[in-house]
C-alpha cells in the first residue's frame, strides 16, 4: 500500500502537503477548555425542569431514559463552551 509521504493514509505521493494530517494534530495538541467567565444556565436549568417535569409525570415516565447524559452535556457545554467535546472527543480517540 502507498501512503502519502507525509505518513496519512491518503495515496497522494510525492504532492502530499500533510494538510490532511492538520485538523487532527490540533485537536490532539489543543489546550483543555477553560471555564466561561460568564456562565448562562438558562438551558441548564430548562432540561433540569424538563426532567421533573417528565418524572412527575405517570403517564410519559419510564426508568430508561436519555435524560442523564442530556444534563451532563448541557452542563459541560454550559461551564466549558460549545466546543468543549471536541477537545474531549478528540482525547478519547
Known sequence: MNFGTNGCMYNCG???TGECMKP?????SKEPPQQLKEVNLDELKKICQEY???VNNDEEYHEDNDYKHYIFETAMKSVFGEDVFDYINSRQD
Open 14 to 16: 510525492d504532492s502530499c
Open 52 to 54: 421533573i417535569d417528565f
Open 24 to 28: 487532527i494534530d490540533e485537536a490532539i
